[in-house]
């Protein structure tokens, strides 16, 4: 299972979700305390700034970042469920979220997985540097980057919804 939040959320959503892995994606600096219980067992933090593309003094999402995510999002897969946030919820994190899960079902139409996400986020904005960093690594040939352009920026808010995803549920839209 897969669930996203904003980080105002994570200490409630650790507390239902009860996930194995946690994943952090939060500007340099940002500090991200977990709190005692319940502990997940591993907690990844990655560090970059959420923009679309480089700019002076700020940090750029690399595909090193994608790598490092997509490895651990494998990890937490193969061994218990997988926690994703970011500051708001709305642009790394859903990112990450629709990375993972094309990564998880390479058979499944990109265009169906965007829509999907639009759906149970509607705010969801995904951070187009991170899809095009991940399309290239998973071979799409563009469809991530043209699918995520389809489903359009989300409904203006402050901050994201908490959503869960099971890619396995998902599979019907390969």
Same mark, same amino acid.
């Given at each position: +299972? $897969?669930? !996203?939040?904003? $980080?105002? *959320?994570?200490?409630?959503?650790?507390?239902?979700? #009860?996930?194995?892995? !946690?994943?952090?994606?939060?500007?340099?600096?940002?500090?991200?305390? @977990?709190?005692?219980?319940?502990?997940?067992?591993?907690? /990844?933090?990655?560090?970059?700034?959420?923009?679309?593309? =480089?700019?002076?003094? @700020?940090?750029?999402?690399?595909?090193?970042?994608? =790598?490092?995510? /997509?490895?651990?999002?494998?990890?937490?897969?193969?061994?218990?469920?997988?926690? !994703?946030?970011?500051?708001?919820?709305?642009?790394?994190?859903?990112?990450?979220?629709?990375?993972?899960?094309?990564?998880? $079902?390479?058979?499944?139409?990109?265009? #169906?997985?965007?829509?999907? /996400?639009?759906? !149970?986020?509607?705010?969801?904005?995904?951070?187009?540097?991170?899809?095009?960093?991940?399309?290239?690594? $998973?071979?799409?040939?563009?469809? +991530?980057?043209?699918?995520? *352009?389809?489903?359009?920026?989300?409904?203006?808010?402050? =901050?994201?919804?908490?959503?869960?995803? =099971?890619?396995? #549920?998902?599979?019907?839209?390969?």
């Amino acid at each position: +299972m $897969l669930h !996203v939040c904003p $980080l105002s *959320k994570l200490e409630d959503t650790l507390h239902v979700a #009860a996930p194995t892995h !946690v994943l952090s994606l939060v500007s340099p600096g940002t500090d991200v305390v @977990l709190p005692v219980e319940p502990k997940p067992a591993h907690h /990844l933090v990655l560090e970059f700034n959420d923009i679309a593309e =480089e700019r002076d003094g @700020l940090i750029a999402p690399q595909v090193e970042h994608v =790598e490092r995510l /997509l490895a651990f999002a494998e990890q937490a897969q193969a061994n218990g469920s997988l926690l !994703v946030h970011c500051w708001a919820g709305v642009s790394r994190s859903t990112a990450a979220a629709y990375i993972i899960t094309c990564a998880a $079902l390479p058979e499944a139409d990109e265009r #169906a997985l965007a829509q999907h /996400l639009r759906k !149970v986020s509607p705010v969801a904005t995904p951070n187009p540097l991170l899809i095009s960093l991940a399309d290239t690594l $998973l071979q799409r040939n563009g469809r +991530m980057i043209q699918s995520i *352009k389809e489903i359009g920026r989300g409904a203006e808010t402050f =901050e994201g919804n908490q959503f869960s995803l =099971e890619p396995a #549920a998902l599979a019907e839209l390969a």
